[in-house]
């Protein structure tokens, strides 16, 4: 990857890279820098920041346009595939008690029964029922 800079001069940062490893290409770079910065005048090297930091800017002012262009292209490719994931979640939410009581063997987990003195309108757990039957009956009256 070569590396363009004004008045000129380039960076090879591949070179960098074979010669120093790839963690210590930054120090290549840095030093080339100085290397520039020692070849050029004063004036020079202000107008070659000034450059540098007008190309930054200018990086800068279109990154959120940029980006918010990027962002709703991603939404409309991934908006099919949320549309689905939020209808199959819906759809397992709902589905969920049926499916869950299929798994467990059938039924809900606590068993219950017919209340007895109520012609069958009215179901009641069984454990209770069975614990204290004449509990049942005292509030039934």
């Known amino acids: 990857m070569r590396v363009e800079g004004s008045m000129n001069y380039a960076l090879d940062i591949s070179a960098a890279e074979a010669e120093f490893g790839a963690e210590n290409w930054t120090n290549y770079v840095l030093e080339k820098l100085s290397e520039i910065g020692r070849a050029m005048s004063p004036e020079e090297l202000i107008n070659f920041v000034r450059e540098k ?24 490719v991934a908006a099919p595939y949320i549309i689905a ?6 759809l397992l939410r709902y589905f969920r008690g049926c499916c869950c009581s299929v798994v467990r063997g059938g039924g809900s987990v606590a068993k219950t029964m017919i209340a007895p003195g109520t012609r069958g309108a009215v179901r009641i757990l069984r454990a209770a029922f069975e614990a204290n039957p004449a509990l049942y009956f005292r509030g039934l009256r």
């Open 53 to 76: 930091l007008k190309e930054f800017l200018a990086v800068l002012e279109h990154f959120g346009k940029i980006f918010m262009e990027q962002l709703i292209h991603w939404a409309r």
């Open 85 to 90: 994931a939020v209808a199959l979640w819906i």
